[in-house]
């Protein structure tokens, strides 16, 4: 049973640029969220997908946007890169309202 | 306001000792409580976790970690530390929607 996989494991973009980033849930998970963890710090949530729909976002710009298949896979989107968006990029899964989460390795992104 | 404070950024225990590794929490209502922990370049693995019952809670490799209320403390513990054990830990707590991390612990294990 492969548990949370993400790609790619790492990227390197320049400022203004776009990038996307993919996540697959655990299997039987419907529930993706997505946090980004600054290098010496914790992670911060970014927002949850659930049946196609954000459900709860934290504190970040509308530069960063998401999407949730039906397949319960899921993508982040970050628009207008700025050099402070330089991170490890956090894709969790659970099943809804099970406060269990299972984390992915996270992709390491980079901008230049 | 909801946050979370690990108070040591770094720990550094012997081989063979005990451990314990502080959190304290704000949060407005009964919180879930967990602990996770994070090997360098890998993504957070769940070492244990309190949702209600029991106070003291059991995980894996050996940790425990107990729930105090009145302090609004959940504080990781292993009574004999392996070299293996050295990695980044983090206290988090949520309910529900979303997960709110501490800063981290980093614990290095010396011979």
């Known amino acids: 049973d492969a548990g949370v996989t993400q790609s790619p494991t790492h990227l390197i973009k320049t400022r203004g640029q776009q990038v996307t980033l993919r996540c697959s849930p655990k299997s039987g998970h419907d529930t993706v969220s997505w946090y980004q963890q600054a290098l010496g710090q914790g992670p911060q949530f970014i927002f949850q997908?659930?049946?196609?729909?954000?459900?709860q976002r934290g504190n970040f710009p509308d530069r960063f946007s998401g999407h949730q298949f039906p397949n319960y896979s899921s993508e982040l989107n970050v628009n207008a890169l700025l050099l402070g968006d330089s991170a490890l990029y956090l894709c969790?899964?659970?099943?809804?309202?099970?406060?269990?989460?299972?984390f992915g390795p996270g992709t390491r992104l980079t901008v230049t | 306001a909801q946050s979370v404070t690990q108070p040591d950024i770094h720990i550094t225990v012997s081989e063979g000792a005990s451990l314990e590794l502080r959190c304290n929490y704000s949060?407005?209502?009964?919180?879930?409580l967990f602990w996770y922990v994070q090997s360098p370049g890998q993504g957070l693995q769940l070492l244990l976790k309190?949702?209600?019952?029991?106070?003291l809670v059991q995980g894996i490799k050996g940790f425990e970690a107990e729930f105090k209320r009145s302090q609004s403390s959940f504080n990781l513990r292993k009574p004999s530390v392996h070299w293996s054990d050295a990695a980044e830990y983090f206290c988090?707590?949520?309910?529900?929607?979303?997960?709110?991390f501490g800063a981290g612990t980093r614990l290095f294990v010396k011979a």
């Open positions: 309190y949702f209600s019952g029991d106070t």
């Open positions: 997908y659930y049946e196609e729909e954000e459900r």
């Open positions: 949060y407005g209502a009964t919180p879930y």
């Open positions: 988090a707590v949520g309910r529900l929607f979303k997960t709110i």
């Open positions: 969790a899964s659970s099943q809804w309202v099970v406060n269990e989460q299972y």
